[in-house]
């Protein structure tokens, strides 16, 4: 069975670097035609893809946040991690990371969500 | 504002069939048939509902189904019940390892 669970801080002040952990079960980054997103979710508004993990390393980022966004995985932990610099107010919102298979365009499973407060 | 354009809210009765638009362009849903549905309750992760416009995966009543025309794909959710209460989201591929979501329509069943 397949899981995904994120972890991270719940508060960040304005201009801090967020960092995010995307926690794999029942699958391997090393699995071929395997990757991992993250999409975002701000209180009460639309879901918006970030970034995008590839098995082989490969890296794929939403435009408008590209220069603030960096996506890794550790293998040996069967992790992912998302981080994004210069964070505010408006990226308060609920973080998932989620599984897909390579050439297929949709994310299935899910993680639970983590929300994250940008505040002073 | 979203990429894809989907109607606030819908209703319907029980028993009832609703339908949920999701417009975009040539670039997005237009150009591939890379489009999908998730349904999200209150507090809860996105669930994949139809992929690749019109496929369900496993477990997915057959209820819901997917289509598309042009620009504009289509979630129908036949046979109303209660617990498809909830908020549905399209997306699709939009070219260039781009990935792009609707703002969401809440469905009430009345």
């Known amino acids: 069975q397949i899981t995904l669970k994120e972890s991270g801080p719940t508060l960040v002040k304005p201009t801090q670097t967020l960092t995010l952990t995307c926690t794999l079960s029942?699958?391997?980054?090393?699995?071929?035609?395997?990757?991992v997103g993250w999409i975002r979710q701000p209180p009460g508004k639309a879901l918006e893809w970030l970034a995008l993990?590839?098995?082989?390393?490969?890296?794929r980022y939403c435009p408008s946040l590209e220069s603030r966004l960096t996506i890794t995985k550790d293998t040996s932990k069967n992790q992912v991690v998302l981080t994004m610099t210069d964070m505010d107010p408006v990226d308060t919102a609920t973080y998932y990371c989620a599984h897909r298979i390579t050439a297929r365009h949709w994310f299935d499973p899910w993680g639970q969500g983590t929300l994250v407060t940008v505040s002073s | 504002q979203s990429a894809l354009t989907q109607p606030p809210s819908a209703s319907g009765s029980p028993g009832q069939s609703v339908t949920i638009s999701c417009t975009g362009t040539?670039?997005?849903?237009?150009?591939?048939?890379?489009v999908s549905w998730y349904q999200q309750h209150p507090g809860k992760a996105p669930k994949l509902m139809i992929y690749e416009v019109t496929n369900r995966p496993s477990g997915v009543p057959d209820r819901f189904s997917g289509s598309k025309s042009g620009n504009t794909a289509s979630l129908t959710v036949s046979g109303l019940q209660a617990e498809d209460e909830a908020h549905y989201y399209c997306?699709?591929?939009?070219?260039?390892?781009?990935?792009?979501f609707g703002g969401g329509t809440k469905l009430s069943v009345l």
């Open positions: 040539s670039s997005d849903v237009g150009g591939y048939n890379y």
């Open positions: 993990i590839y098995g082989n390393g490969n890296k």
């Open positions: 029942g699958f391997s980054l090393t699995t071929r035609g395997v990757a």
């Open positions: 997306s699709s591929f939009a070219g260039n390892y781009i990935w792009v």
